[in-house]
């Protein structure tokens, strides 16, 4: 196993890479399809990665999101390149990864609900930002509380942030604190930014199993004051906003404990 490493602001991202020195064929082009998008990429724009349920959610209901996406990214064979996914279509159906969609002029939104395979998460994130040459990148993602090495004490959630050396607005939220990480997609997007110089943030959400899905997807709310987004955010009241929520987060037969383990 591979281990990349960067250093953002004075704390750690790490991305995984399970790649080894076996023979089994490696991620290429044909794991991951990339559509052509269907807008020029907005001069000044700011790209949002909803990383999960939860975050896919806030975004969903707080955010304007145009109904189509303008750009996606689906697999041929979702069990090379998808967590959980234990059959693959064998190349004849394209099994969806993340969307794209329009929220304001400046902003677009990335839907991404599915968790990658480390060693795809690099790929996935070079081509999203190829695609669309965002001039900043917030990142959202919801882990689970006994993620954090050391939680603060009687709080069921909490936010905290990371974020590149070319950010140059006021820190999303509390610092992540050493010796804590982050792995997969959120760490690739902070590395691949961090060497593009493109100002990239990322906003944890730790939350309990005690805590429900309505409580986690309003935790985000500071965000909404945010400079970068705000003609994407719907006037909404939480009260207004919370039949919204239950709705998207009831799927039928679908099991959520993987959210809150």
Known sequence: MNE???DVCHRHALYDSDEDDSN?????????????PSVE????????????????????????????????IATNDSRR?????????????????SSVFRSSATVLVCLH?????????????????????????????CLPLHEHVDPPAS???????????????????????????????????????EMKEIPAALLV???SSSQSGLESVNAYLPLLSNSLIKDAVRKMSPSKATPIIKSLLRKPNEDFSHLYM
């Open 205 to 207: 959400l730790y939350g």
């Open 155 to 193: 709080v069921s959630c909490f936010l905290r942030s990371l974020h590149t050396s070319s950010w140059r607005q006021a820190p999303l939220a509390t610092f992540l604190e050493a010796p804590n990480i982050v792995k997969g997609e959120a760490a690739a997007i902070l590395t691949q930014c």
């Open 24 to 36: 089994e064929p490696q991620l290429g082009n044909d794991d991951l399809s990339f559509g052509s």
């Open 81 to 97: 390149a998808l967590k959980g996914h234990n059959f693959t279509s064998g190349g004849e159906v394209d099994t969806p990864v």
């Open 4 to 6: 990349y490493e960067v």
């Open 113 to 141: 609900e599915d968790e990658l395979n480390a060693d795809h998460c690099n790929t996935w994130c070079e081509g999203i930002l190829a695609a669309l040459r965002p001039e900043q990148v917030l990142v959202l993602q």
């Open 41 to 72: 990429p907005p001069k000044g724009g700011t790209l949002v990665f909803a990383l999960g349920r939860i975050s896919s959610v806030f975004v969903r209901t707080y955010f304007e999101v145009a109904s189509a996406p303008v750009f996606s």
